[in-house]
């Protein structure tokens, strides 16, 4: 480092004296060869316009070390370097390899890695066993030891004398409604599913499989519930409202999750509730 910046300010030295650059204030910094980010794609135009305005010092400072290398490696590494910068000779690769291999896939790398920290191993049993449930295309992600591998998740649902009986009627299910019955063969989706195991009584065939279907439908609209009631919280619970029993605060909770129909109901029957509930001194 001490040998790119004395050749730097020899450079810069010299170019002033040409006349070739100009002196004020903020002009002609010391530039370095910053590494260039994964992600943000400007780093990359920072780094290659560093490196064009900074060519000349690079190449001394390779050539000193071709001279000066205290091993073999490190002046066999300075050679290879200073060749690649004098000669521009691209890697023995094809653009295509490159897109897919260094860019592609490094990027579904990347993708599944963030995947896997977000969910973890009961929340991808759970995806995977909701997914196979699916009917799109003609049931083609069934999978009856996926589905298995979900009901363990719910013991008190499923326990084990229901679970043998599951696999059975799982069985029996795909083979019924995939290729005996012909109602079943234009679903979208897991709600025409449901809709239609009624409207053909095959829930009553399949008690067990109906059941994981109606767990499929309320367990996004559950969890969903449960994040927004948390989300609540912070407005009912403030600092300035900090010290109320669970009653009270369980009350004033449902009245703001559930604002759509509170809106409905009119401030005479509210009022009307509250002084019916007891006798009062004073009438509302």
């Not at 009624?198 to 969890?223: C, D, E, G």
């Not at 989300?231 to 009912?236: E, L, R, Y």
């Amino acid at each position: 480092m001490d040998e790119f910046r004395e050749s730097q300010k020899e450079r810069i030295q010299e170019a002033l004296d040409m006349g070739e650059l100009t002196t004020s204030r903020d002009l002609n910094q010391e530039f370095g060869l910053s590494r260039a980010c994964d992600t943000r794609w400007g780093s990359h135009f920072k780094s290659f316009n560093n490196f064009i305005l900074m060519f000349g010092s690079i190449l001394d400072v390779l050539e000193s070390l071709v001279l000066d290398a205290h091993s073999t490696d490190k002046r066999a590494k300075a050679m290879r370097y200073l060749r690649a910068c004098q000669t521009f000779e691209p890697d023995d690769c094809t653009f295509l390899h490159h897109y897919r291999v260094e860019v592609f896939c490094k990027i579904i790398d990347w993708q599944i890695q963030e995947l896997n920290e977000r969910f973890n191993e009961v929340t991808t049993y759970l995806l995977h066993g909701i997914a196979c449930l699916n009917p799109i295309n003609s049931f083609s992600s069934f999978n009856i030891s996926k589905i298995m591998r979900m009901t363990e998740l719910y013991l008190d649902d499923f326990d084990e004398c229901s679970m043998g009986a599951l696999e059975n009627q799982l069985a029996s299910y795909i083979i019924d409604i995939h290729h005996v019955d012909e109602r079943f063969s234009d679903l979208h989706g897991l709600c025409d599913l449901s809709k239609r195991l009624v409207q053909t009584k095959k829930h009553s065939n399949y008690p067990l499989v109906f059941r994981l279907v109606k767990l499929a439908l309320l367990l996004p609209v559950a969890t969903a519930s449960v994040e927004r009631s948390f989300s609540a919280m912070k407005f009912i619970k403030n600092d300035l409202r900090s010290q109320m029993d669970d009653e009270f605060f369980s009350g004033c909770l449902v009245t703001y999750v559930e604002k759509i129909v509170f809106d409905n109901i009119s401030n005479d029957a509210i009022i009307k509730i509250f002084q019916d509930m007891k006798p009062h001194r004073v009438q509302l």
